[in-house]
């Protein structure tokens, strides 16, 4: 389990599972103060540290303690948690393509 935002995107590329995304597209996340960006294709994935890409495909917005709840399987995001901004996101059905991108 991770314990850490840090330590989960220091780990993406490796988990990474080629064929789950159909198109390039491009997903920011701003966690507390921490800042990645993650570009996927159908054979690839790259991490960066820091913001970018100048408009992101999806971009996630919460707390980083949320962030690695969610990543642990400890938390669910649901409708409340975007309507009470717990979560921002421009395209939250894009998330599903980012988890299932990864093991």
């Known amino acids: 389990m991770a314990e850490t935002a840090d330590e989960i995107f220091r780990h993406l590329e490796s988990r990474f599972r080629p064929g789950r995304a159909d198109r390039v597209m491009s997903f920011y996340f701003s966690l507390d103060e921490l800042r ?7 054979d690839s994935c790259m991490v960066e540290e820091g913001k970018t890409v100048e408009d992101a495909d999806c971009y996630v917005k919460t707390s980083e303690e949320l962030f690695v709840k969610m ?30 991108a990864f093991d």
């Open 36 to 42: 990645w960006t993650v570009t996927l294709g159908p």
């Open 71 to 100: 990543y642990n399987g400890h938390h669910y995001p649901g409708m409340a948690d975007f309507l009470t901004g717990r979560i921002k996101s421009n395209n939250p059905y894009l998330m599903k393509t980012f988890v299932d």
